[in-house]
């Protein structure tokens, strides 16, 4: 009976391929459109994930992210080094500047300073260079997205110039960092080359990165630190989640991209019902028929829901690999750097494709039953 529900389906090509069509097409427009939701609201935590060494970020207690923050005196740095379980603790310096290059465009740059001794704060990869070209003097490392935002294609950045607050600036360095949310140019240098850089008020720490002893936990630590000094201590994962929250919170981000996948799931059940429903139409009497040579209901319910397993199956198939590839052919664009699936959005897509297929299979399935063997005769 299988083989003559597959047979009724694909016998009738143009609903065939109307039904494949609604389900891929729902498929990649939920798929894609969570995937690029998800990659973009994680670059809110992008400053975090470029600091791989921080175990713990300490801050002023009314900072909220890495951008959204208010500058500490820098005794502070102190305080921490202080607590018991910090293994080690260095300033960490955040701040937006005005560039102008060699060519006299001003673009606007983020400023990130590290530690003078340790470089901690830096990126893992690079591009171009390493950590250590930080020790000549005037350098500062551009990050690789950064290129296409300051520099015409095929332009080679190491070697050229920039002013910075009257100040000399000579890019030594590529870092592969992940973006920020706003793909703002980011350039490091040494904390004590961006006090120059970014001259502002009395105080100027942005931040403390510490790490924690053999034997401690960052959550025990980051507990003790605001216990003693009275700033706010968050653990790595901590913060970043703050930084994807804020972007949540703050931005109508959820809300455009939940209304696109809203539509994306209204555009697959009218495409894919309407379809299903004029296929079960045309083929009422062979349903009729088989109901007539004693075929019961609970069969004639398997070969629906078989016809439905069959378009489902290679409609979702088809959307996600159209996911896949459109991830794939944009890898190379700086807009989505880093972009990647994650396991749980595939598994939405499939309960969104199963829902769809259940509402309208329901409906179709109705017809079906209602129809009575008689009406084949007359």
Do not use: C
Request: hydrophobic share 45%; no cysteine.
């Amino acid at each position: 009976m299988l083989w003559i529900a597959i047979r009724m389906l694909t016998g009738d090509a143009q609903k065939f391929y109307g039904l494949l069509f609604g389900i891929a097409f729902s498929t990649l427009l939920i798929t894609q459109q969570l995937t690029i939701f998800v990659n973009l609201i994680e670059r809110g935590a992008s400053g975090v994930y470029n600091a791989p060494e921080a175990e713990i970020w300490v801050m002023d207690p009314v900072s909220r992210t890495t951008d959204v923050k208010y500058e500490m005196p820098s005794t502070a740095l102190d305080e921490v080094r202080s607590v018991q379980g910090v293994e080690w603790a260095v300033p960490h310096l955040r701040a937006n500047a005005n560039v102008r290059t060699s060519t006299g465009d001003l673009e606007g740059v983020s400023i990130i300073g590290v530690d003078d001794a340790t470089l901690i704060g830096l990126p893992d990869r690079f591009s171009e260079s390493s950590k250590t070209i930080l020790s000549a003097p005037d350098t500062v490392v551009i990050d690789d997205v950064g290129i296409t935002n300051m520099f015409e294609p095929g332009e080679d950045p190491i070697g050229q110039r920039l002013e910075l607050n009257d100040q000399r600036a000579v890019i030594r360095g590529v870092a592969d960092a992940i973006p920020s949310f706003t793909s703002q140019v980011t350039l490091y240098t040494k904390y004590s080359q961006a006090l120059n850089y970014v001259p502002g008020t009395r105080n100027r720490l942005s931040f403390v990165l510490a790490g924690v002893r053999d034997g401690e936990t960052p959550a025990a630590v980051a507990q003790r630190i605001e216990d003693q000094t009275g700033l706010k201590a968050e653990t790595r994962e901590e913060f970043a989640e703050a930084g994807i929250d804020f972007i949540i919170e703050n931005t109508g981000i959820p809300l455009n991209f939940g209304i696109t996948v809203a539509l994306g799931f209204i555009v697959g059940v009218a495409i894919v019902g309407l379809t299903f429903s004029l296929f079960i139409r045309d083929n009422i009497k062979q349903f009729g028929a088989l109901k007539a040579i004693g075929v019961t209901n609970r069969k004639i319910a398997g070969m629906v829901i078989a016809q439905a397993g069959l378009v489902g199956s290679i409609g979702y198939a088809l959307g996600v690999v159209g996911t896949v590839l459109f991830i794939y052919g944009f890898s190379n664009n700086p807009t989505f750097k880093g972009f990647y699936i994650p396991w749980q959005i595939p598994l939405v897509s499939l309960v969104a494709v199963i829902v769809i297929l259940a509402l309208t299979g329901w409906i179709s399935l109705r017809n079906v039953m209602n129809t009575e063997p008689a009406a084949v005769f007359r």
